[in-house]
């Protein structure tokens, strides 16, 4: 009897534009011939996961990334009458569909790919898995209030990181036996001032709209995501706390931190798949 292959999972974690160290983790991991069987993914960690999923390289992702900075964002928003949220979010869902190549299917990814949405009524946990993935993306990552919910059958859906900011367990039902997840989500504490003395320092900037929204969501999940990272075998945390939720224009620099993390834990990393 042939023993059991052990399978690598990868959980991408929510964090709004910190969500683009993703990308740079990703580049290490892939240079450094990292095989990743399976990605979860929630809300940016939905984004960057299926691109991967779908054969994008760690280099084209960067690209994309550094692409959108140069153009800035607002370009793929379209105002919504507020009902459940300001932006209708179907150009951003065009434009992750124009980068993985059409309205694709979960069943055409390369690497089997989930990912976590929340149902604004329940409260519950919802992990796509099946059908299409620029719907399931968008409703990954439809931060309550800015963007409109998703209809899913008879469930309305938001931004999954209110429920599961860091899968872990999702990736661990694919079947991951070794898990690396990346966390973007730092200690609130640390985020958001440091100490000069007994002196507590906040940023000098006025917050704007995504990050107040995402600062709220983050005050009550910081406990998910800690629980959840319990569960892993490798963490790797990019030190993106002077990064704002919406500092969608911060992407080299987040990518930059994302390898940096990712390279500090490369030998980790490869000691133990050498030995599974």
């Given at each position: 009897m042939?023993?059991?292959?052990?399978?690598?999972?990868?959980?991408?974690?929510?964090?709004?534009?910190?969500?683009?160290?993703?990308?740079?983790?990703?580049?290490?991991?892939?240079?450094?011939?990292?095989?990743?069987?399976?990605?979860?993914?929630?809300?940016?960690?939905?984004?960057?996961?299926?691109?991967?999923?779908?054969?994008?390289?760690?280099?084209?992702?960067?690209?994309?990334?550094?692409?959108?900075?140069?153009?800035?964002?607002?370009?793929?928003?379209?105002p919504?009458?507020?009902?459940?949220?300001?932006?209708?979010?179907?150009?951003?869902?065009?434009?992750?569909?124009?980068?993985?190549?059409?309205?694709?299917?979960?069943?055409?990814?390369?690497?089997?790919?989930?990912?976590?949405?929340?149902?604004?009524?329940?409260?519950?946990?919802?992990?796509?898995?099946?059908?299409?993935?620029p719907?399931?993306?968008?409703?990954?990552?439809?931060?309550?209030?800015?963007?409109?919910?998703?209809?899913?059958?008879?469930?309305?859906?938001?931004?999954?990181?209110?429920?599961?900011?860091?899968?872990v367990?999702?990736v661990?039902?694919?079947g991951?036996s070794?898990?690396?997840?990346?966390?973007?989500?730092?200690?609130?504490?640390?985020?958001?001032?440091?100490?000069?003395?007994?002196?507590?320092?906040?940023?000098?900037?006025?917050?704007?709209?995504?990050?107040?929204?995402?600062?709220?969501?983050?005050?009550?999940?910081?406990?998910?995501?800690r629980?959840?990272?319990e569960?892993?075998?490798?963490?790797?945390?990019?030190?993106?706390?002077?990064?704002?939720?919406?500092?969608f224009?911060?992407?080299?620099?987040?990518?930059?931190l994302?390898?940096?993390?990712?390279?500090?834990?490369?030998p980790?990393?490869?000691?133990?798949?050498?030995?599974?």
């Amino acid at each position: 009897m042939q023993p059991k292959l052990k399978k690598v999972g990868l959980v991408l974690g929510g964090g709004a534009a910190r969500g683009m160290a993703h990308i740079g983790v990703l580049d290490i991991l892939e240079q450094e011939g990292i095989p990743i069987d399976m990605i979860a993914g929630t809300s940016a960690g939905a984004a960057v996961g299926a691109l991967y999923a779908h054969g994008r390289a760690a280099s084209e992702i960067v690209s994309i990334a550094l692409d959108l900075e140069r153009h800035r964002l607002a370009r793929f928003i379209d105002p919504s009458l507020p009902r459940s949220g300001f932006i209708k979010g179907k150009k951003i869902k065009d434009l992750i569909a124009s980068f993985i190549g059409g309205d694709i299917k979960f069943s055409d990814l390369k690497i089997p790919f989930a990912c976590v949405a929340a149902d604004i009524d329940t409260g519950e946990e919802v992990v796509i898995d099946r059908g299409s993935v620029p719907d399931a993306v968008r409703a990954s990552i439809s931060i309550p209030g800015v963007f409109t919910v998703v209809r899913k059958g008879e469930r309305y859906l938001v931004d999954g990181v209110l429920v599961n900011p860091v899968p872990v367990n999702v990736v661990k039902h694919m079947g991951a036996s070794f898990i690396i997840a990346v966390n973007v989500i730092p200690d609130l504490a640390d985020r958001t001032h440091h100490r000069v003395g007994e002196k507590r320092v906040g940023s000098s900037k006025e917050p704007n709209l995504i990050h107040i929204m995402m600062q709220s969501i983050y005050i009550g999940t910081y406990s998910l995501v800690r629980h959840s990272l319990e569960e892993t075998d490798v963490v790797i945390e990019p030190h993106v706390n002077h990064i704002g939720a919406g500092d969608f224009h911060q992407a080299q620099e987040c990518i930059r931190l994302g390898r940096l993390a990712a390279r500090s834990v490369m030998p980790e990393i490869k000691q133990a798949i050498k030995n599974l």
